[in-house]
């Protein structure tokens, strides 16, 4: 197998995205969405067309069946603030009740999203965040929000970091690439990963790489790495397409299962790509659980409520030997 699998291509997972985007928003008035507190109208912005964020989708819908919420949800077609904030103000002018968003910048997020809270709309970040992510404390520009909804990025990259060592006997070269700089997400991944491996004296680690969200970009840097570096032993991608070109790069130069390869997320296809070595570990995330629990959360909060500043939604290590098992399986993501 030369490419790690996604279940489906990323211009048809685009197309899925504005089809749903129009069957939520449609029956919507254009002028505004906002609505009484028996039926509150959430809108749900992620990041990008990705796996990922059609599972959170998922849980979202859930959680607004079982509290009859209107959900809004639109997907940007790349992971830029260009794409993202005509999409949020957009969002602001319908005014919902609250926004659940997974920002894309820490920082050029912070004033659109305060234009939200300006507007009286609760805003919850999920998977993301804006400043620090630590919210609610009085202190800076960016302690509005209300919540955030997230795996612990940075745990999952001391877990990644631990289970690549294990698999090559804690000593070789081993690097990151990752998505680019200022992602609150994958820069949480590559600390916990670089403190974590640091701990293993026999262990080489390289620089960190950026793939800018492009496999292809991914698969270049690991061939230059494996160019310079016989001794490479590991790699972690920290995002998912970055893990892609990482596992497509290795296969490619025939050394599939001599240099490791651990991915962040889970998504469709990773049963197989697992078991047939393209992939060795897997870091999967519970974004169904991000989007259920950031519903329910924004329903509390527009009713008064107090809503936890953070809530953490844990992860699952899946390889070859488990990824079947009823205990794993159900947290591959979904298109």
């Given at each position: ?230 001794d490479l032993a590991g790699v972690f991608g ?80 899946m390889d070859k030997g488990n990824v079947d ?11």
């Amino acid at each position: 197998m030369g490419t790690l699998s996604e279940g489906a291509s990323r211009p048809r997972r685009r197309a899925l995205g504005f089809l749903l985007t129009g069957a939520v928003m449609a029956t919507l008035p254009a002028s505004s969405a906002h609505a009484d507190k028996q039926s509150p109208v959430v809108a749900l912005l992620p990041g990008v067309v990705d796996p990922f964020y059609f599972t959170m989708y998922h849980g979202a819908q859930k959680a607004a069946t079982e509290d009859k919420v209107q959900l809004l949800f639109q997907v940007p077609k790349s992971w830029n603030t260009t794409e993202q904030v005509p999409i949020l103000k957009a969002f602001i002018a319908k005014r919902p009740d609250a926004i659940l968003i997974s920002p894309v910048d820490t920082q050029q997020l912070i004033e659109p999203l305060n234009e939200a809270r300006k507007a009286g709309i609760k805003v919850i970040t999920v998977d993301t965040f804006i400043g620090t992510g630590k919210y609610q404390t009085g202190a800076g520009n960016a302690d509005f929000p209300l919540s955030f909804v997230a795996s612990d990025n940075r745990e999952g990259g001391r877990i990644a970091a631990r289970t690549l060592a294990k698999a090559i006997g804690e000593k070789g070269a081993v690097f990151c690439e990752s998505l680019k700089p200022g992602v609150s997400s994958t820069d949480a991944r590559v600390q916990g990963f670089t403190e974590e491996i640091r701990k293993y004296p026999n262990i080489k680690l390289l620089p960190t790489l950026y793939s800018e969200d492009d496999s292809n970009k991914a698969a270049t840097d690991v061939s230059g790495v494996m160019a310079r570096e016989p001794d490479l032993a590991g790699v972690f991608g920290a995002n998912t397409f970055s893990g892609k070109g990482v596992a497509q790069a290795i296969h490619m130069a025939g050394k599939s299962g001599k240099v490791k390869v651990i991915v962040f997320d889970a998504v469709p296809g990773i049963d197989k790509d697992l078991k047939s070595g393209l992939v060795d570990y897997a870091i999967a995330q519970r974004p169904a659980d991000m989007g259920y629990y950031g519903v329910k959360y924004a329903v509390d909060a527009i009713n008064g409520k107090t809503v936890p500043k953070e809530k953490g939604t844990g992860f699952v290590v899946m390889d070859k030997g488990n990824v079947d098992s009823p205990d794993v399986k159900p947290f591959i993501y979904s298109n």
